[in-house]
């Protein structure tokens, strides 16, 4: 069964550094989004993605994020200057197109430490 | 703005014991419905769905059906296990359209021997 996968599983930065978390979603997908889990709170939206631009974001989701679709598989979030609180499990989801019922598919994760 | 409250956990049952999450939501329209199940250290995976009312979920002997008139829809099981012990989070995706989800807080069940 096709499903979305992330890399890496487990991201430790330190504050003020770049990173980039990657996503390559199921591949006849077409509507991708990325999502955050601080430890022990609820799952979070940040940013969806179509057509090779954002189609809406959250007020989490500032200049200091971006996403990218470099390659026609990969699906990227950057975080520019990582500070302490951005500390989470970012999960990556993609839809079809032709989903009737808009769900989406979760990959597994990745967990990202800022020390 | 669409919202969805689920009922505060960690909830501690038995094994065999019946389980009830309750779950409302605020939308507008007819959202489509899901619960989603987080083991411990793993990602999301979806328990079952109802994309319009009166529909019922159903997946590993769980069942959710989506009640229009109260706005919820409470996740059930008649028969819990252990290997049931999970975080369960309510979720709705909005009509019209690819929006995203939105989840609630997530209740923890841990289910003892």
């Known amino acids: 069964e096709p499903e979305v996968t992330q890399t890496p599983s487990h991201q430790v930065t330190q504050m003020g550094q770049e990173v980039i978390l990657r996503c390559v979603p199921i591949?006849?997908?077409?509507?991708f989004y990325w999502y955050r889990q601080i430890l022990g709170q609820k799952v979070e939206f940040l940013v969806s993605?179509?057509?090779?631009?954002?189609?809406?974001k959250s007020e989490i989701f500032d200049d200091q994020f971006s996403v990218e679709r470099p390659d026609g598989s990969n699906f990227t979030l950057k975080i520019r200057s990582t500070k302490l609180e951005d500390s989470a499990m970012y999960f990556c989801?993609?839809?079809?197109?032709?989903?009737?019922?808009?769900?989406?598919?979760f990959g597994p994760g990745t967990r990202l430490t800022v020390l | 703005g669409n919202s969805v409250t689920q009922m505060e956990g960690p909830v501690t049952l038995s094994e065999e014991a019946f389980l009830t999450i309750n779950c409302t939501y605020t939308?507008?329209?007819?959202?489509?419905l899901f619960w989603y199940v987080q083991y411990p250290g793993e990602g999301l995976q979806l328990l079952l769905k109802a994309t319009k009312a009166d529909d019922k979920g159903s997946n590993k002997g769980f069942e959710a059906t989506y009640r229009k008139e109260t706005t919820s829809f409470h996740l059930e099981k008649g028969s819990v296990q252990v290997s049931d012990s999970a975080v369960y989070f309510c979720a709705l995706v909005g009509a019209g359209g690819y929006q995203k989800v939105t989840f609630g807080t997530g209740t923890k069940l841990q289910v003892i021997p």
């Open positions: 993605f179509y057509n090779n631009e954002i189609s809406e």
């Open positions: 989801a993609s839809s079809a197109e032709t989903s009737g019922y808009n769900e989406q598919f």
């Open positions: 939308a507008t329209g007819y959202p489509s």
């Open positions: 591949s006849n997908h077409l509507y």
